[in-house]
């Protein structure tokens, strides 16, 4: 089991800049992959920024140079650098893990992203 815990998301204006965390704990050496995602209102649940267990990353066109996302192994955390936000990100982001010997997806509770325009 892995649990995922999402921390700073808030409002922020137009133009400004969040870092998200994403902290796991359990039986977190069978991590594989982590990612972010997001849900905004009436819309589908969409990845955001992927990293691998080696660190390679991809993230979704409409945050390229934008969002960066990056992984602590030492303290079992993901981050997601967000600068230049716009209203559109607005979204509840949330935080996942991938187990490939449960063979399972684990999510976190989400955290709020609201940005101003």
């Known amino acids: 089991q892995v649990q995922l815990v999402e921390s700073g998301g808030g409002l922020v204006q137009a133009g400004g800049s969040l870092r998200l965390s994403c902290a796991a704990s359990g039986i977190i050496f069978s991590i594989d992959s982590m990612g972010w995602y997001r849900q905004a209102p009436g819309k589908q649940r969409e990845v955001v920024a992927i990293i691998s267990s080696t660190g390679m990353t991809n993230y979704a066109d409409s945050v390229k140079g934008r969002f960066t996302i990056s992984r602590d192994n030492a303290k079992n955390t993901v981050y997601l650098q967000m600068n230049s936000l716009k209203s559109e990100d607005t979204a509840v982001y949330y935080c996942?893990?991938?187990?490939?010997?449960?063979?399972?997806?684990?999510w976190g509770q989400g955290t709020q992203v609201t940005v101003s325009s």
């Open positions: 996942n893990a991938y187990v490939p010997s449960d063979r399972r997806v684990y």
